[in-house]
C-alpha cells in the first residue's frame, strides 16, 4: 500500500515576493515542493460585491465591518481550500505566506498522515505553545483535551477551545470539500470562520506543540478595521453558548478523553 500523498499549498500576494521567497528558502531546506495560489488583495475590493461576503449578516449582529484586508484574507483562504479538495493529493497543507516552519515538520506530518482517523482538519500552529521560541504560562495550556495521536514528541489534540489563527493547517481532501462548502459564505474573520467549522460537523484538532510560527512581517492584508462588539448582547450570548455546546458534543463523541498535565 502507498503511502498517503500530502501537498503543500501557500496563499500569497502578488505584492508580496519577499515572502514568498523566505518560504521557498524553507521549502527547499526539506525538501517539499509548495504550490503558491495568488491570495485576494483586500484594499481592491468593493465589499458590497464580493457575493461570499455576508454583510448583511455581519452588519445585523455586529458594529462594523470586517475589514478589507479580513474579507481579502477570507477569500485567499478559500482559495486555498479549493485547491486542496481539487488536488490529486490525498492531504493538503495551506500555508499563509508568513509561516516559519520548524525542525520535524515533513517528518511529523508523514506519521500523523498515517494515522488519520479521527480529525478532518489540524492546525499546525497554536498559541498555546510549550516550547518553541514563545513561552506561555501553565494556565494556558489545555485542561480537558482527546489525544488523537501522539508522535514524534508532538500530539495531535481536540481540545474544547481553539487557537485564533489560520496561519497553517492541514486538511485531508475529502475535508476540504466539506469545508469548501461550509465556507462559501462568511460574516466573520477567516481564523473565527474556519475554529467553528464543528457547527458543520467537521473535527478541528490542532497539534501541541505546534509546527509553525508566524513570522512579524507586517501583511498587506491588514485587519485593522475588525471589531467584534455585538450589536445585541442578548442574541450574542445565545449564539456563542449553541456554538460552544455543539463543539463540546463533538467533542464529548470520543471514548477517549484525557486530561493533561
Given amino acids: 500500500m502507498s503511502a498517503p500523498k500530502i501537498g503543500y499549498f501557500c496563499i500569497n500576494l502578488a505584492s508580496r515576493p519577499d515572502r514568498r521567497e523566505v518560504l521557498e528558502e524553507q521549502a527547499a531546506k526539506i525538501g517539499i515542493d509548495i504550490v503558491f495560489i495568488e491570495a485576494v488583495l483586500g484594499k481592491e475590493l468593493d465589499l458590497e460585491k464580493v457575493e461570499q461576503y455576508d454583510r448583511a449578516t455581519r ?23 479549493q485547491a486542496i479538495a481539487d488536488s490529486d493529493f490525498d492531504f493538503g497543507v495551506l500555508l499563509e505566506d508568513d509561516s516559519i516552519l520548524y525542525d520535524g515538520f515533513v517528518e511529523f506530518l508523514n506519521a500523523a498522515v498515517v494515522e488519520s482517523t479521527g480529525w478532518d482538519a489540524i492546525q499546525l500552529h497554536n498559541h498555546f505553545e510549550i516550547d ?61 470562520h474556519i475554529r467553528e467549522c464543528h457547527m458543520a460537523g467537521l473535527v478541528l484538532a490542532e497539534i501541541q506543540p505546534g509546527l509553525t510560527w508566524q513570522s512579524d512581517a507586517e501583511s498587506d492584508n491588514l ?36 486530561r493533561s498535565q
Avoid at 59 to 81: E, F, M, P, T
Avoid at 136 to 165: A, C, W
Wanted: proline share 4%; aromatic share 12%.
Fill in 59 to 81: 452588519l445585523r449582529r455586529y458594529h462594523g465591518d470586517l475589514s478589507h484586508g479580513q474579507v481579502g484574507c477570507a477569500l485567499s483562504h478559500q482559495k486555498g481550500i
Fill in 132 to 192: 518553541g521560541p514563545h513561552r506561555f504560562p501553565d494556565e494556558y495550556h489545555r485542561k480537558l483535551v482527546k489525544k488523537l495521536v501522539e508522535t514524534g514528541g508532538r500530539r495531535i489534540i481536540f481540545p474544547t477551545q481553539l487557537s485564533m489563527n489560520a496561519n497553517s493547517i492541514l486538511y485531508t481532501r475529502e475535508a476540504a470539500e466539506k469545508f469548501a462548502r461550509w465556507f462559501d459564505r462568511f460574516d466573520r474573520a477567516a481564523d473565527y
Fill in 223 to 258: 485587519f485593522l478595521a475588525e471589531h467584534e462588539k455585538p450589536r445585541n448582547m442578548v442574541s450574542y450570548v445565545v449564539r456563542r453558548l449553541h456554538i460552544r455546546v455543539r463543539r463540546f458534543l463533538l467533542f464529548l463523541r470520543s471514548p477517549s478523553i484525557i
